[in-house]
C-alpha cells in the first residue's frame, strides 16, 4: 500500500516539475536573449561613436575641404556638398548611414539614419559678400576688412596710364603699356591691404572701382549622426 501511495504521488508531481523545468527553460532562453542583444549594443554603439567623433573632427579640421581654417565651416563649399563628396574626402564615413546638420539644415543625408549615435560641437559658418566701394579717388585706397581677392576695374582718363597696382608692398598687377579693364587680384586674408595705383597723372573720382569679399561668420551646431 505504501508503495502504491508513493507512486501516486510521484505521478501527481510530474506536471508541477515539467511546468518548473519549462519556466526554467524559458527564463534561460530570454535570458540569454537579452545578454545577446546587450552583447551586440556594446560591440555596435562604440564603433558608431568612434566614426561620429573622427567624421565630427575631419570635417572641421585644416585640412577639410570644407574649412577656411580649423572649426570654420565655408557656407558655399557646405551647399555644394553631397554623399559622394562626403566619401571622397572622408573615408571614415564610408559603410555608415550619415546625417550631417548645420544649424540645425540638413547639408547630407545617406542611408537611413533614424538612431544610430550622434555627436554635436559649436563650429563658425563663414559667408563672404561683395561689397564695392561707393566712390575711388586719388592713387590709393585702403579697404576696410580683411578679403581674400579683390575686383578692380581701372578706367583712367585720357592722358593718364596706371601701370602697377600694389597691395600693401606687393605687385599685383603691372604693365608697362597702361592697365586698362577688370581684373581679379589675390590678397591676404591676415592683414587689412591698401591698394595703391601707380603711374602717371591724376586719377579722378570713378576711374577705380573696386570690389572686395569680406567674411562674416555665425556660431552654429555641427550634429554629425552615425548609424550602423
Keep these: 500500500m505504501r508503495d502504491t501511495g508513493w507512486t501516486g504521488?510521484?505521478?501527481a508531481n510530474l506536471p508541477a516539475l515539467a511546468v518548473a523545468l519549462l519556466v526554467l527553460t524559458t527564463t534561460a532562453s530570454l535570458g540569454l536573449l537579452v545578454a545577446d542583444g546587450a552583447f551586440a549594443g556594446a560591440t555596435r554603439d562604440p564603433a558608431e561613436r568612434r566614426a561620429a567623433v573622427a567624421l565630427a573632427e575631419r570635417l572641421v579640421s585644416a585640412e577639410s575641404p570644407l574649412t577656411a581654417r580649423p572649426n570654420v565651416l565655408r557656407a558655399g563649399d557646405?551647399?555644394?556638398?553631397?554623399?559622394?563628396?562626403?566619401?571622397?574626402?572622408?573615408?571614415v564615413a564610408r559603410g555608415w548611414d550619415v546625417r550631417l546638420?548645420?544649424?540645425?539644415?540638413?547639408?547630407?543625408?545617406?542611408?537611413?539614419?533614424t538612431g544610430g549615435t550622434t555627436t554635436r560641437r559649436i563650429v563658425l559658418v563663414q559667408r563672404r559678400q561683395s561689397v564695392t566701394l561707393p566712390a575711388v579717388a586719388g592713387d590709393a585706397v585702403t579697404l576696410p576688412r580683411r578679403s581674400p581677392r579683390a575686383t578692380i576695374e581701372l578706367r583712367p582718363p585720357d592722358g593718364t596710364t596706371v601701370r602697377t597696382v600694389r597691395a600693401n608692398d606687393r605687385i599685383v598687377l603691372h604693365d608697362p603699356s597702361g592697365l586698362n579693364g577688370t581684373f581679379e587680384v589675390a590678397l591676404?586674408?591676415?592683414?587689412?591691404t591698401r591698394l595703391r595705383f601707380d603711374g602717371d597723372g591724376p586719377l579722378p573720382r570713378g576711374s577705380v572701382r573696386?570690389?572686395?569679399y569680406?567674411?562674416?561668420?555665425?556660431?552654429?551646431?555641427?550634429?554629425v549622426t552615425v548609424d550602423g
Design 9 to 11: 504521488r510521484g505521478q
Design 78 to 91: 557646405l551647399g555644394a556638398f553631397d554623399a559622394t563628396r562626403l566619401d571622397e574626402a572622408f573615408p
Design 101 to 113: 546638420r548645420v544649424g540645425g539644415e540638413t547639408v547630407v543625408e545617406r542611408g537611413d539614419p
Design 188 to 192: 591676404s586674408r591676415f592683414e587689412t
Design 210 to 212: 573696386v570690389t572686395y
Design 214 to 223: 569680406p567674411a562674416r561668420t555665425t556660431k552654429a551646431e555641427l550634429a
